[in-house]
């Protein structure tokens, strides 16, 4: 239970996926990069 990674420690489900998981969408106007959204 508890792997320590590079973003912190990571632990993963009986599945294999990891717990408590994070996804940051990003989009690009006029050449800069802009947050859309941060999905857990």
């Known amino acids: 239970e ?3 990674g590079v ?3 990571i632990s993963f489900d ?3 996926d990891i717990k408590n998981g994070a ?3 990003y ?3 006029g050449g ?3 947050q859309i959204a941060v999905v857990r």
């Open 2 to 4: 508890g792997y320590k």
């Open 7 to 9: 973003t912190g420690t």
């Open 14 to 16: 009986g599945k294999g």
């Open 23 to 25: 996804l940051t969408l």
């Open 27 to 29: 989009t690009y106007k």
């Open 32 to 34: 800069a990069r802009e």
